[in-house]
Structures are given as C-alpha cells and as structure tokens.
C-alpha cells in the first residue's frame, strides 16, 4: 500500500469555495492512481474568512484598507491573507508506488447540477510514500466538468522534456492554449488584440476578480447618481465662470486635483506638470531650434535672467522643447454642426537657475506664419492662458492616447496574448510573467468599449474615433523598442541630468530593481545562449510580439527572435516596467491633473487665437467643452485612477509559481529592494510640497488592470 499526502489550498477571494465534489488523480511514471473523491467531514472547499472581511470593505476604499490586507514584513515580503484561505490535507491510496510523480489531474463534479458553483484551487501538494514534497500550482478558477491538469517541480524548458506522457501533455496544452487565446484584427495600423469581444466570453483564468468588478460598477454608479442629480451628465450648457467648475466634484476631490485647481495658472507648474505630471515622455533638450520654431532672443530677453541669451542657454543645455508633430493634420470631429478643434503646437522651456521649468514661448501650429503667433508671458494674460490651454490640451489627448492606452495597456496586451499562447504553465517565463498580466484582458475588453465604443468617452474628445484611430497608429509606427526601454529613452532626450525630475529619478531606480530580478531568474534558466537558441517556445514568443504586436516593422527595432541571454532579460525587463512602472506613470495621476477641465481639456470647441489681444476669459470658456462632455471625461478620469481593494502591488506574487528555495529568495531580495526603494520615495516626499508618489512602487500595481 502506497500513501499520498495531498494538501489542498482555496483561494480566499470571494466565493472562492464551492460545495461541489472534487476528484485527483495522479499519473507518475509507473501508472496512474485511481479517481479519487476528496472528502473530509465538514465543507471542504471553503474560502476562508478573509473573503468575509473583503466583503465587508467593499464600499470603503482607501489605502489603509489596502494595506491592512497585506504587511510588509521586515524581510520584504508580502503577506496577502486573502489570497490564499484555507489548506486541508487528504490521503490518497493506491495498491503500489507511482514512481516518480509527473501530471495532477483535478476535476470538478456538480454537485448541485443547475448551478456552476466555481472553485480557485491555490494548489496541491503532494507528499509522496517516498517522503518526496512537490508543489503543484494551480492558482485559477475551475469550472464545473472542466478538467484541469497540473504539472508540479521545477521549471522546464521544451527541450528538457523527457517523459513522452509529458511531452504529449506539453503539447496539448499549448494547442489548447491557441484555440482558446487568438488573435484578432481590429484597426489595421493597430497591435491586434484579443478574439474575444465581450467579457461574458473570457474563460475563468484571465477574469476580473468578483470583488474589483463589484467596485468598479460601485464607483460608476456613484459617480452617475451625483452627476445625474445635480442636472450635469448630458447637460448642453456652457460653462459661465472659472467659480461653475469648481463646483463639481466637491466629492471628489484629492488634494491633488485641489492643489491643481488653484495654481492651474501659474506658468511655473505649467512647466512641472512636463515632467512631474502624467506626461513625462514627450519633453526633450533642444540644442537647436526647429526651423519651424522661429524663437527670437528679442521674445524671450524679458524671461531670462539678466544678461543671458538663448542661444548660451541652449549651449549650457538649460532649454528644452516639446514638439506635438505627431498630432498634425489628424482631422477633426464635428459636433452639432460645428468642427471641434484640436492643434499640434511647440513649447520651449528654460529650466531656471532654481530649477523650475518655465515655459517661454508657445506656437499652436507647426508651420510659421502670420496667423500663427508665438505667444510668451508677457502677452495679454487672456492670450498666454489661451495658448496654454490649446498646448496643454494637445498633450493631455496624446498622452491619453498615445503613452497610457497604446503603450501601456494595448501593447501590455499584446504580451499576455503571446505569454497566455506560447508559453505551458510549466515554462519559467509563463511563472514570471503571469501574474503581470492578471486583468488585463479583462480591462481592455471594457475599455475598447468604455473609451472607444460608440459612446465612449474618448470619442467625445475632439478627435472622434477616426482621429484617434489616425493618431493612434502614427504612435505604433514611432515606437521603437530603444523608446521603451527607459535607460535609453532618457539619455535620448537628453534628460540625464534635468533637476528635479522625479519620474526619471524613480523610474529608473526601478528599471535596475526590475532587470536585477530579471536577470537572476533567467539566468538560472538560461545558463547559456544556446539555452536561449534552443527553446522554440520562447522564439515564438518573441515572433508573435514582433509580428502581431509591432506589425513586423523592422525600424522599430523591435527583435523577432533571440540569440542570447541579454536580448531576453532586457526584453522581458521592458515588458514588467511597461505593464507595471511606466502604467502607473501615467495611470496614476490621470484625476489629479486631469479633472481640472480649464488645465487641459480633451475636447476644444474654438479654433486657436491667430492674433494677439482679442482674446477675453469669455474666449476661454467658449473653448472649453459644455458641461456634459466636461463631466463625462472628469468621470473617466476619476474610473481610471481609482485605487482597488485587491490591488496587487509590484513585486508581490501572491500565488506561489516557483516552488525551489533559491528562486524563492530572488523573490524575497527583489521585494526588499521595492521596500528599500518605497522607504527612500517616502522620505524625498515628506520634504516636498508637492509629492510625486505616483512611482512608489507599494502604489504600483503589478499588471495593468485598471
Ligand atoms: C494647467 O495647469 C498648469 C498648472 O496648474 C497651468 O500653468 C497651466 O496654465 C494650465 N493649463 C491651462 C491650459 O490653463
Ligand atoms: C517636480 O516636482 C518637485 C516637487 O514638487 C518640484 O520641486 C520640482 O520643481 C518639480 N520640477 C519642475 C521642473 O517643476
Ligand atoms: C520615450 O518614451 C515615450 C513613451 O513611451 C515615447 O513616446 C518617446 O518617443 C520616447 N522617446 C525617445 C527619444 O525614445
Ligand atoms: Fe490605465
């Protein structure tokens, strides 16, 4: 007789257990065990208390409700007690040893028939008659009749498969995997996305937790009930007075967006918000002026400090630009009979001696002319905020667009596509990468609708889809692999050594963390190049990305395939800092700076000024879009930064994929860097007067799933 110890863990999200019956059997490599029930006194599967107290916190969210849910333990680690509940052990009896253990099979039968009563099994583990201890990890829903089989041990590459029951499985659960995840076309300059078109048809794995899609519809229900009562969802007025808009919203304030909504006019965080707001990545120094730019020293003297010129600036590298070219000639939408307008300026900056950026000089259109002024600070005041409004509007539509939807969440997209395709659950990548994916299929089926679908509220800015379409295919096209990787995109915009920058300053701190951990992990698995060469899943990988993500575009520089070590940890390194550190960037901070319309606004309703002193703070509010339009992008924005309850923070990994003690301690020494590095943020921030906390990494969420 041959005993086997079976611990069985249950998720403790909610309604993680079920009553229905669950059956193992298990396959080595002397024969297979029989079906067996797995059945103690009392209710099996149950999920455990903490999904009582999630519940319960549903309605409330706040960061100390978040961070009551998981502690930072001295060592680094992350403790989430509601991701796994509740272990109970079985025994499991065959007649003889099954030799070495390769396959767990878990099934589910219904025991109420009507119902689906799902079950998110954590894992199994197995302690062998031999004394043998092997993890298998599951960490997924199972539905009912669905089978699941699952492959304990270490990490395998193809190639290391020896057991022809396990090559066959290998096989098989990779065509599985590309029947059930394909790809699909939508916007032919676009990365292709995911087949499915509505969340219903998601298969359990990839879907948003119960709890987080109670929250989201929470929010938006709240946020229209206050609109809808106070007469401002759909409302066709126009806004009278600067003291209207500060109305709305009284809720839903942060201090943040408070801080926003009272120094909105200043030209110096006019200037910040190029580096420490959510658009960090269009600024860059400028050693030359555009030939289209035609700045004279005359213009800026009077916002220079005394005796210095331009050109000396620029020389000393205290001058820098943002140029909106991409968002020139990309036609507009017409609302009620009326074009909208959106331009495609250049601004140049002086980094002052007390080192705050300042605008000095703004031309809203890309071609020199008469009819389009540069305007400076010292023109009208009217005019100046007039400028300021169509410069920064322009920004926020392309960053929106650009930086925040196509770079992070549909380029994040198209590598879990490829990860959830190519890679069996055994592969080292598939347990590294996973977990950064968690919602985010989900997140972009819902947001293909809430942003882009016939009432979305992209669409009502002033590009309509078709614009949005145009600019977001111009964006695909000029990403280069070297602008996604952040060391390079940095040093390309000459932005090494711009004080006070502290995107830069904590991103890149979080690019070393990120590729340190990278790179322990992969070369364990990948001793040596020929490691890479060999290990076709992982070519694949990399073709699909290249040719389903970046539509084979050589000039991207993008790879198509590997050849060594560095090529796969640097990639694999971009992925994790795109989905998690470079979305937070520009995620984070969208409310804060974005609800205040008069900063920034994502639909204009006039044309830019085309001369100087005829504008009045009338021109300004007829500019802005009507109330409804107004509140309808403040709501999106509030939806898109809100902070969720069971939201996992960068470098936690919650669900145990990698069983053997040293991984597990690369693991630990990357969350004790995060920690080191969220103690460091947390200190330069109680010195500033306004924070940037948007990079703390406990307020990075792993994936993009928001
Ligand atoms: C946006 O905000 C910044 C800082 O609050 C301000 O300087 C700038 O003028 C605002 N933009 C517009 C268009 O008013
Ligand atoms: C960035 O933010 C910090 C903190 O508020 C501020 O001191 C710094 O001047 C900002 N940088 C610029 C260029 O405005
Ligand atoms: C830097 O990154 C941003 C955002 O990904 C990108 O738009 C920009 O083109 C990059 N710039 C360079 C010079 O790589
Ligand atoms: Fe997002």
Redesign the pocket.
């Known amino acids: 007789m041959a005993e086997y110890k079976l611990s069985v863990t249950t998720g403790g999200m909610r309604h993680a257990g079920t009553l229905d019956n669950i059956f193992i059997i298990l396959f080595g490599t002397e024969g297979q065990s029989e079906r067996t029930r797995l059945d103690n006194s009392g209710i099996d599967f149950k999920s455990g208390t903490a999904s009582s107290i999630l519940s319960y916190v549903t309605i409330k969210k706040t960061q100390q409700i978040s961070s009551h849910l998981f502690a930072f333990n001295p060592l680094g680690g992350l403790h989430f007690t509601f991701f796994c509940a509740q272990t109970r052990t079985y025994s499991l009896k065959c007649s003889f040893s099954l030799g070495k253990l390769l396959l767990l099979k878990v099934e589910k039968d219904s025991f109420l028939h009507l119902l689906d009563d799902r079950w998110y099994c954590c894992k199994v583990e197995v302690m062998t008659p031999e004394g043998e201890e092997i993890a298998f990890p599951c960490f997924r829903w199972i539905s009912s009749g669905e089978e699941v089989e699952l492959r304990g041990g270490k990490a395998l590459k193809v190639f290391e498969e020896e057991h022809p029951l396990l090559i066959d499985h290998r096989n098989k659960e990779l065509k599985l995997r590309k029947s059930l995840y394909q790809w699909a076309v939508g916007d032919k300059k676009l990365p292709r996305h995911i087949h499915f078109t509505d969340i219903s048809e998601l298969p359990a794995e990839v879907q948003l937790s119960e709890l987080r899609s109670d929250e989201i519809h929470h929010s938006k229900r709240k946020m229209n009930t206050e609109l809808m009562f106070k007469g401002l969802a759909g409302s066709c007025k126009e806004w009278k007075s600067i003291e209207d808009l500060e109305k709305v919203f009284k809720s839903r304030k942060t201090s943040m967006s408070e801080y926003v909504s009272k120094h909105w006019k200043e030209d ?2 006019f ?6 707001g959510t658009n960090p990545n269009a600024i860059k120094r400028c050693s030359k002026l555009p030939p289209n730019f035609p700045v004279t020293e005359e213009m800026v003297k009077p916002c220079l400090p005394n005796g210095l010129t331009l050109k000396d600036e620029m020389e000393k590298g205290n001058i820098f630009l943002c140029d909106q070219r991409i968002m020139e000639g990309i036609p507009t939408r017409v609302k009620d009979g009326n074009p909208l307008h959106m331009t495609a300026g250049l601004c140049l900056f002086y ?1 002052n001696p ?4 300042m605008p000095l000089a703004i031309q809203l259109n890309q071609k020199a002319s008469a009819e389009n002024p540069i305007f400076l600070p010292t023109d009208p005041e009217k005019d100046w905020l007039l400028a300021k409004l169509f410069f920064k509007s322009a920004d926020l539509l392309e960053c929106e667009v650009v930086h925040h939807l196509l770079i992070t969440h549909f380029l994040s997209e198209v590598f879990a596509v490829a990860t959830l395709r190519c890679f069996p659950t055994i592969h080292p990548l598939h347990k590294l990468l996973i977990p950064h994916f968690r919602f985010t299929l989900h997140i972009n089926i819902m947001g293909r609708e809430a942003l882009l679908g016939p009432d979305g509220a992209l669409c009502a800015s002033s590009f309509g889809l078709e614009g949005l379409m145009e600019l977001m295919g111009r964006g695909l096209s000029e990403t280069t692999y070297s602008a996604l990787c952040l060391p390079e995109n940095i040093t390309a915009r000459g932005l090494d050594s ?5 995107y830069r300053d904590d991103a890149l701190k979080l690019w070393d963390v990120i590729e340190s951990f990278v790179s322990s992990v992969v070369k364990d698995h990948y001793p040596s190049d020929d490691d890479v060469f060999k290990d076709t899943e992982l070519q694949e990988w990399i073709d699909e990305i290249f040719t389903q993500g970046f539509l084979e575009n050589k000039q991207s520089g993008v790879p198509a395939s590997f050849h060594t070590v560095e090529e796969v940890v640097k990639f694999v390194t971009m992925v994790i800092f795109t989905v998690s550190v470079q979305h937070a960037a520009v995620n984070n901070g969208q409310f804060d700076f974005h609800s205040w319309i008069p900063n920034g606004s994502l639909q204009l309703q006039k044309p830019p000024p085309t001369f100087k002193g005829q504008s009045r703070m009338n021109t300004f509010l007829q500019a802005l879009p009507n109330v409804g339009d107004s509140v309808k992008f403040a709501a999106m924005f509030w939806m898109l930064s809100d902070k969720y309850t069971d939201m996992v923070p960068l470098g936690a990994f919650p669900e145990e994929r990698f069983s053997e003690p040293h991984l597990k301690q690369m693991i630990k020494d990357f969350q004790a860097e995060l920690s080191y590095l969220s103690e460091e943020i947390s200190l330069r ?1 109680s010195k ?5 906390a948007y990079l703390n990494p406990k307020q990075i969420e792993n994936s993009v799933a928001v």
């Open positions: 110096d965080f200037g910040y918000q190029f580096l420490n980094m007390e080192g705050k950026l711009i004080p006070n920058f502290y921030n500033l007067q306004v924070p940037y």
